[in-house]
Each structure stands twice: as C-alpha cells, then as structure tokens.
C-alpha cells in the first residue's frame, strides 16, 4: 500500500474530502436498499396479508426469542413476565394486522401513551430518558432499560425539566437485523398468533434447546394449530 504525505489544508486533503462521501454513497447504492426500505414500500396491508397466509409462526417465535432480533428482551408474553414494553399476548385493546406489522416497521409511527418515552434532566445534571412507570405528588419513577435495575425513582423538587418525546423506545430499523422479507413475515405470523391466542400460545410456541422443538433444532418448522390463534392457509 502506497502513503502519501501532505499537508492540511492541501488540494489533495481537499479533493479526499469532497470525494470521500461521494464513494460512500455510490457503494451504499450498489449493495441495494435494505430489508427496511424494502419493507416500507410495500403496504403495510399486503405484508400483513402475507403474514397471515405465507408466514410461519413457528420460525417467527424462533427469531422472536433470538438474541440477534432481541425482541423478548423487551416484551413479554405472558402475564407472570415483567417486561420494559407492552405484552404482546395480552393486549388491553384491539389490534389489527396492520398495526402489528406498522408496529415493528414503523415503532415511533403510533406510540401508545402508556409506553411514551419521557426525557427528564435533573438538577445535579443527569439526563434520563424512559418510561414512565409511576407518578404521584412527591415522586416520579421511570424505567430507563429492560432491567430491574434500570427503575429509577426521582424527586420532584430534583426535576430541572421533563419532556414526553415523540420517539419510541423501541429502535427503529430492527427488521435489518432479519435476512430476508419471507423472515419478517414470520414473525408477524408469531404476533398474529399469540396476540390472538394469547399465553397459550406463546407457551406452545416458545422455542427449547430440546430437539423436540423443530423450530430451535433447524428441523423443518410445523405449521401452528388453529386453535392457537390462527386461520388456516388459503389454497392459491
């Protein structure tokens, strides 16, 4: 490899800097749009449809509970878990197809208020950003991760400045982390089935490291049973 040594200020510093970002760009666009952008333009009420008639919701709870996804780390399913977002096999409201699949495009799109993020500054200086758990005349407490010890009480007299924020907690650009469109799929399947099957289903559907679990051992993965929240297949 040849170096070249120049002095700041230079026209070769120059010209490296102007063509620097142009070269970057030319190789983000030959290597494609990624999955997200890919995703988003499509409506989102045609990948819920194929959600629910090309998706395995089997392969969905695998990815669901993978570490590289890293959903559960913020969801739970099933009332005896504590989770830092909502529980997404026991909803308080309805949901459609549509918003589950917006949900996990799109998470800052639609936030429900009860998982709003909340920005707070404190008087020695910190900045906390969470949400908020709990509020009453003296105190404020907010959930800043997915631990038990990410609950942090606050005084009130210790609050500089406090600001709900209109960006989920949730990141965006997490389907990147997916492979391919059939895997986004897939998991949409997985959040059809538990929000319509509930506990039960996220139960049955949870992978185990025993072979007996098709969808963790790499075996072809079953289709889930009607009765865990699904409608069957549409012949083609």
């Given at each position: ?14 010209a490296f800097l102007i063509t620097a970002p142009l070269i970057c760009v030319a190789t983000a666009n030959a290597q494609g749009p990624s999955l997200e952008q890919q995703l988003l333009s499509e ?118 400045f406090e600001k709900q924020t209109e960006v989920s907690v949730m990141p965006a650009g997490q389907v990147n982390a997916l492979r391919r469109r059939q895997e986004f799929l897939d998991l949409i ?48």
């Amino acid at each position: 490899m040849t170096r070249v040594l120049v002095r700041p200020g230079s026209s070769i510093v120059t010209a490296f800097l102007i063509t620097a970002p142009l070269i970057c760009v030319a190789t983000a666009n030959a290597q494609g749009p990624s999955l997200e952008q890919q995703l988003l333009s499509e409506p989102v009420q045609d990948l819920a449809a194929d959600a629910r008639e090309k998706g395995d919701a089997t392969r969905g709870a695998f990815l669901f509970h993978s570490p590289g996804l890293g959903c559960v780390k913020c969801h739970g399913t099933s009332p005896s878990e504590t989770s830092f977002g909502p529980d997404l096999a026991s909803w308080k409201k309805t949901v459609d197809d549509n918003h589950l699949a917006e949900s996990v495009l799109q998470p800052s799109k639609k936030i429900d208020p009860q998982y709003q993020s909340l920005m707070v500054v404190t008087s020695d200086g910190r900045t906390l950003a969470g949400v908020q758990r709990a509020r009453d005349q003296k105190s404020l407490t907010i959930q800043t991760g997915v631990g038990k010890t990410d609950i942090v009480s606050i005084s009130l007299d210790d609050i500089e400045f406090e600001k709900q924020t209109e960006v989920s907690v949730m990141p965006a650009g997490q389907v990147n982390a997916l492979r391919r469109r059939q895997e986004f799929l897939d998991l949409i399947s997985y959040l059809i089935a538990i929000r319509d099957g509930g506990s039960e289903a996220a139960d049955r559907l949870r992978p185990s490291a025993g072979p007996e679990r098709p969808g963790w051992s790499g075996a072809r993965p079953a289709r889930i049973r009607p009765e865990w929240g699904t409608v069957p297949t549409r012949r083609q």
